[in-house]
C-alpha cells in the first residue's frame, strides 16, 4: 500500500531524480507463470520511506519506511569473498584506470611494489585488509544481463587483485551508487553478469588512490594541532 502519491507519468528526468531508473530493488511476482506483480523501489525519502512504482503504471508513490526497509533488504547470499585472511595476504594490486600500484607485504610491514622509498601509513593498509575477510555485499542489483557500462564497470574503475598462499582473488568495483558513497562491485569470474553494492565503510576504505595509504610527512603536524 502506498504511504503518499508523488507523481503521475514521470519523464526520464523524474524517474532519475526519484532513483527509479536504476532501482535499488526489484520485486515481481508470478502466479501460474503470470506477473501480478513488478514493482520497482527507488531512492530513499525522509524518514525511511523509499519512492516506487509498479509496471505499467504512471504513478510514483512512496512506500512506508517499515515496508521500504524490507523491499531493499538483501534475503540471498551475501558472501562476496570468502577464505581470505587478511594475515596471510602476500600482495594487492590496486589496477586503477589511472595510477595503478601494488603493495606487497615485507614481513610485518607493507611497501609500493617498486617505489620502497614510499612511507606508508600501516594502520590504513591493514584497515582496508581487513575488509577482506568475509566480505559481504549490501544487495544485489542485477543477478544477470546487466548493462556494466552504466555501473561504471566497463571499462572498470579499479580492478582489486589479492593473492594469498591458496591463490588469486579478484574484485571489480565500478562507479558510486547515487549521491550516496556506496560503491557497484562484481565478481568478473562469475558467469552471469550480476552487479552488487558494497556499503560505504567498505566501499571508502577500498578504494583509495596511493595517497590515502601514505604516512604522514615527517615532521608534519594534524591540521587540529596548535
Not at 87 to 98: K, T
Not at 144 to 168: F, I, M, N, Q
Not at 205 to 223: C, E, N, Q, Y
Request: aromatic letters at 6%; a positive charge; zero cysteines.
Amino acid at each position: 500500500r502506498a504511504d503518499a502519491f508523488v507523481a503521475e507519468k514521470p519523464d526520464a528526468a523524474t524517474l532519475k531524480k526519484f532513483g527509479l531508473e536504476k532501482p535499488a530493488a526489484r520485486w515481481s511476482l508470478k502466479l501460474d507463470d503470470k506477473v501480478v506483480l513488478d514493482l520497482s523501489v527507488g531512492a530513499p525519502e525522509t524518514e525511511g520511506r523509499r519512492y516506487a512504482r509498479l509496471a505499467g503504471n504512471d504513478t510514483v508513490f512512496l512506500l512506508e519506511a517499515k515496508v521500504a526497509e524490507q523491499a531493499v533488504r538483501e534475503y540471498r547470499p551475501r558472501a562476496v569473498l570468502t577464505g581470505v585472511d587478511p594475515a596471510q595476504i602476500e600482495s594487492v594490486r590496486f589496477g586503477y584506470r589511472e595510477g595503478a600500484f601494488t603493495l606487497v607485504r615485507m614481513g610485518a610491514d607493507w611497501q609500493v611494489q617498486g617505489q620502497p622509498e614510499v612511507r606508508l601509513n600501516q594502520t590504513a593498509v591493514t584497515e582496508a585488509l581487513a575488509t577482506l575477510r568475509d566480505l559481504k555485499l549490501e544487495r544485489y542489483v542485477r543477478d544477470d544481463k546487466a548493462a556494466l557500462k552504466l555501473y561504471g564497470l566497463d571499462p572498470v574503475e579499479l580492478v582489486l587483485e589479492v593473492v594469498t598462499p591458496s591463490g588469486r582473488r579478484v574484485l571489480h568495483l565500478g562507479g558510486i551508487e547515487g549521491s550516496s558513497k556506496r560503491r557497484y562491485a562484481r565478481l568478473p569470474a562469475s558467469k552471469a553478469a550480476d552487479v552488487f553494492v558494497l556499503d560505504e565503510a567498505t566501499s571508502e576504505k577500498l578504494v583509495r588512490p596511493l595517497t590515502g595509504f601514505r604516512a604522514p610527512a615527517i615532521g608534519a603536524k594534524d591540521s587540529d594541532s596548535p
